[in-house]
């Protein structure tokens, strides 16, 4: 399995609050990204990251910011979560640009925004 | 823009039967095509990909062939296990831009009874 760490697993929190998941990686490869999974709608990409301090949008980044000070760690921040933001949150790292290279997974944060 | 239809879930079969899952899909260019599936709680894993027209992508038992004429990527499975029961989606490998991102099938939810 590929080495990545989502954290936290479960978060519920309030509407307004900040909000920051992490994914944490050891297989030093240089793109990540940050999915959201909803029912109905598969995984939506919100940003992805093509190295240290190169990110990017993807079709769902209204409200989300992301940073990328490490090649191991991805950060997504909710500065003022909202109730639309309830999903499964999924991150995948994959090591080269090219189309045939597939994505690994994280296991997912379950966020709940009350 | 890039779009995966997927057959609409859930599907139930018995133990031992076929399984056909439904993937169509509308690309510019030349993607690449990946299933990948996702056991409860857990994250996704890829199960299989082809890279180029007239490809077959095959592992566990289950296998797809990459028809550009049809354009399609249908999932097969001669003889499913009550193990196989789990979501699957098709996904494809955007052609363009430099992170090759993936677009997403609304997932099919497979359930075998023993």
């Known amino acids: 399995d590929a080495g990545i760490t989502q954290s936290p697993r479960h978060k519920v929190t309030e509407t307004g609050t900040p909000v920051t998941l992490r994914c944490h990686q050891t297989e030093n490869h240089r793109y990540m990204y940050w999915y959201r999974q909803d029912p109905g709608h598969g995984l939506r990409l919100i940003h992805y990251s093509y190295g240290v301090k190169d990110t990017d949008k993807g079709e769902v980044s209204d409200g989300y910011s992301v940073s990328r000070s490490k090649t191991e760690d991805f950060l997504l921040t909710l500065e003022s979560a909202t109730s639309s933001q309830t999903s499964v949150y999924f991150c995948a790292i994959s090591e080269a640009g090219q189309g045939n290279q597939p994505q690994h997974f994280g296991d997912g944060t379950r966020l709940s925004i009350l | 823009g890039d779009s995966v239809t997927q057959m609409e879930g859930p599907v139930t079969l018995s133990e031992e039967a076929c399984l056909t899952i439904n993937c169509t899909y509308t690309a510019t260019g030349y993607p690449s095509l990946f299933w990948y599936v996702q056991y409860p709680g857990e994250g996704l894993q890829l199960l299989l990909k082809a890279t180029k027209a007239d490809d077959k992508g095959s592992n566990k038992g289950f296998e797809a062939t990459y028809r550009k004429e049809t354009t399609s990527f249908h999932l097969e499975k001669g003889s499913v296990q009550v193990s196989d029961s789990a979501v699957y989606f098709c996904?494809?490998?955007?052609?363009?831009?430099?992170?090759?991102?993936?677009?997403f099938g609304s997932g099919t939810q497979l359930t075998v009874l023993p």
């Open positions: 996904a494809l490998s955007d052609s363009s831009g430099s992170a090759r991102q993936l677009t």
